[in-house]
């Protein structure tokens, strides 16, 4: 895959459905985050209804919150556990503001930096959103 033009979006993803394969077929919208000017949340529904919403490293943002409102799962970063030393990553406290506006049904966080070891994040966020948070790791399969 070639170098995008300016204001051209390419993405690549591996989805693996077991069911109907005309769900397949997706509403695909994104979202500009506060990160870099080609930092992006991407919202994928399908023709049942089902959403994923997924965000590349972002700042705290209402408008995020917004756009992904009430998906099934919401991917997330949450580069930091606290004291955050950049406003355009988040910690904990930001991830788990953003899930209560965003209310998903399913919240994972990944692009967890390494203060995180050892830390119980699962429990961590629970403190701070009764919803589901599901903490990332390398070859997590997840059924939507």
Known sequence: MGAANP??????????????????ES???????PHTLESLAIRLTDNNGTSVVYTSDTGFSEELATFARG???????????????????????????????????RLILTHLYPEWDGVDLESKAKELWAGKTIAAYDGLRVQI
């Open 71 to 105: 998906a099934d799962v919401l991917i997330m970063e949450c580069s930091f556990w606290r004291q955050k030393p950049t406003p355009k990553h988040l910690e904990l406290d930001d991830a788990m503001r953003l899930a209560q506006l965003a209310e998903p049904r």
């Open 27 to 33: 509403d695909r919208r994104i979202e500009p985050t």
């Open 7 to 24: 204001g051209e979006v390419r993405a690549a993803a591996d989805f693996r459905l077991s069911g109907n394969r005309e769900s397949l």
